[in-house]
């Protein structure tokens, strides 16, 4: 618990331990998601990010 950092696109980065809502799992990390998904959060995140 409270022993995992927050990556772009959280508003929570840099504001103290956080916990998962569903922790990762090793059965999972064979099946990426979808790349229309990592690219809206890319999107998201270039958007966010001063000039």
């Known amino acids: 618990r409270g022993a ?3 990556a772009p696109p959280s508003d929570r980065g840099g504001l103290g ?3 998962w809502l569903r922790a990762p ?3 999972s990390a064979t099946n990426p998601p ?3 998904l990592l690219l ?3 999107a998201y995140v270039a958007h966010r990010s001063p000039a």
Do not use: S, Y
């Open 25 to 27: 799992a090793l059965d």
């Open 34 to 36: 979808q790349a229309r």
């Open 40 to 42: 809206g959060t890319l």
């Open 4 to 6: 995992h950092i927050t």
């Open 17 to 19: 331990p956080v916990r």
